[in-house]
């Protein structure tokens, strides 16, 4: 978890009781009705929550989380015909589902009322609410006399806190009251399915599963980003269908195949993974240091433990995680769309090759690293050499530095004069960041794509990136390397080679400090200097990946 700034005062609220308790309840609902924002817990996950008709209270969410002001929240009322005040009309369809799972771990999105501001809607024409079945959370809702806007109470981007625990190491500091109502029932967000399309619209899978909403609905539409990443550009209509969400510190990645399979690919590529994500009674079965997620035949114990089992595996420090993909059926849909978002949609098959990424600094001997990597028979991906093919004569991205940077950065003959766009671009930050607006999108989607379809290849690729890090490259690797050399030494090297300037070769390196300093968390790390023997570096980052490229070369 990254550090953050908590100076806040937090009371801590254990109530079991709703009713002997009333006291308690009480306090909780002053607070809100104060505009303050409260942690509370519900059968799904813990939330915060906060008057959904009050702006400044509502705003106090997303401080508290870190969330984007364009992801939607859910609302929560504590009786059925609260939703009546909140959207503008409610359809039979959305009766006969209500009827049968309200109160509970579903959430309905319909038209909103202008009662419903922008920022609780994500700034879109609809609202989601739902009725949380757990007797605390019910408990303060009625007492507050007031719908409360209520997303996760975690982090953003983090997992979502399915006990007490985990809501008091990330919010304590941050709100002035978390309620204690022990552990989450279920573990994984309500069911989200939107009214407000032509046909029901499931968005987000939970424990009321897509066969039960058919049974009521009939047809159902199943949302491509529930399994897929949301389409670039695409509004999120509902929490949690972000690209990466739910995530782990560790970079986690899905294995798609049998348990053999895993075995096999594991013993093909042992140094690639720390740790393993597996069912229960499956622990002693891998070499790897292991956490379960619930057992293989019951996605609901799958679906309780999967944020749990994500904090162990932070706790444990673990840098990269295997897992293999439970079943989508039921329950499970709603298990693998969190266990997919947290990965970043990032899949293994058991005949996939493996993707390194290594980057270094200018002078550091990258390239001749590489160049080794090569003959070892690792099929190599120079992002240098793209970011020179995609500003080839006539290509969009020369046009779009010429108008960035002057028409005169292309020479006479149509080519780019490299010397002069970089005595520009390197000159500050901001135009530095406005290069990098301008190549970077191409040259990482050139790599993604090249590198992907050759690991279903079977081969072992090199991304050979300076950028590595900052590009988020780095994402798709299964494991990271940085080439080290001292300053000095890069700098002989640079001159040599470039025939530059010391100014304008130091110059150079002071644009590279963020990459730099991103690069420190590599997975592994070669100096590439004397009196290092290169070939024993190299033999240290991934010895199974060298002799599977060796064979298949």
Not at 166 to 195: N, Q, W, Y
Not at 404 to 419: N, Q
Not at 463 to 469: G, M, T
């Amino acid at each position: 978890m990254p550090p953050q700034n908590k100076t806040m005062k937090t009371e801590i609220y254990t109530i079991t009781d709703p009713v002997s308790q009333k006291s308690e309840i009480e306090e909780i609902a002053s607070l809100l009705k104060k505009g303050e924002a409260v942690a509370i817990p519900t059968e799904t996950v813990y939330g915060i929550a906060a008057d959904c008709f009050n702006e400044e209270a509502v705003a106090k969410i997303f401080e508290a989380k870190g969330r984007p002001s364009d992801n939607p929240l859910i609302v929560h009322i504590a009786k059925t015909e609260e939703l009546y005040s909140l959207v503008k009309e409610v359809p039979e369809s959305v009766k006969k589902l209500t009827d049968k799972y309200w109160p509970g771990p579903l959430t309905v999105i319909l038209p909103k009322k202008d009662c419903i501001s922008d920022r609780v809607s994500g700034y879109l024409p609809t609202v989601a609410v739902r009725m949380p079945s757990h007797p605390v959370s019910r408990a303060i809702i009625e007492a507050a006399r007031v719908p409360l806007a209520a997303p996760s109470a975690n982090i953003s981007g983090f997992p979502s806190p399915t006990s007490f625990t985990h809501v008091k190491d990330d919010m304590t500091g941050r709100l002035p009251a978390i309620v204690d109502g022990g552990d989450c029932e279920l573990g994984i967000e309500s069911t989200v399915i939107s009214f407000a399309t032509e046909i029901p619209t499931l968005l987000r899978p939970g424990a009321v599963t897509y066969e039960q909403l058919t049974e009521v609905l009939g047809e159902v539409k199943l949302h491509s980003a529930i399994l897929n990443p949301l389409e670039k550009g695409a509004t999120a209509a509902s929490p949690g269908m972000k690209y990466k969400h739910y995530s782990p510190t560790a970079r986690l990645r899905v294995f798609k195949g049998t348990k053999e399979e895993l075995k096999e690919y594991l013993e093909k590529y042992p140094d690639i993974f720390d740790h393993i994500l597996c069912f229960e009674g499956e622990e002693d079965e891998f070499s790897l240091p292991a956490v379960t997620f619930g057992k293989e035949d019951d996605p609901f114990s799958q679906a309780k433990r999967l944020f749990d089992s994500f904090r162990e595996l932070d706790d444990m420090g673990a840098k990269r995680v295997i897992v293999r993909a439970p079943s989508e059926n039921g329950v499970g849909l709603g298990v693998c769309n969190r266990l997919y978002r947290a990965a970043g949609f990032s899949f293994i098959l058991p005949t996939d090759g493996i993707i390194i990424g290594i980057t270094g600094e200018s002078g550091s001997g990258k390239s001749t690293v590489c160049k080794k990597l090569e003959e070892k028979g690792f099929y190599i991906i120079d992002a240098d050499k793209l970011a020179r093919e995609i500003t080839d004569k006539g290509s969009p991205v020369l046009k779009r530095l010429g108008e960035a940077f002057g028409e005169d950065i292309i020479s006479p003959d149509g080519t780019l004069d490299r010397r002069l766009l970089a005595s520009r671009a390197f000159k500050d930050f901001e135009s530095k960041a406005l290069l990098d607006s301008i190549t970077h999108p191409e040259i990482v989607s050139r790599c993604e794509n090249t590198a992907k379809m050759k690991t279903k290849e079977g081969k072992c690729v090199i991304i050979d990136a300076p950028l590595l890090f900052t590009s988020g490259l780095h994402l798709i690797c299964h494991k990271t390397v940085r080439v080290f050399a001292p300053e000095e030494i890069r700098l002989q090297r640079i001159l040599e080679r470039d025939k530059i300037t010391r100014e304008e070769a130091l110059l150079r390196f002071s644009k590279q400090t963020e990459e730099a300093k991103a690069a420190e968390k590599a997975d592994g790390i070669i100096n590439n200097y004397p009196p290092f023997d290169i070939d024993e570096e190299i033999n240290k980052i991934c010895p199974s990946g060298i002799r599977i490229a060796s064979q298949l070369n």
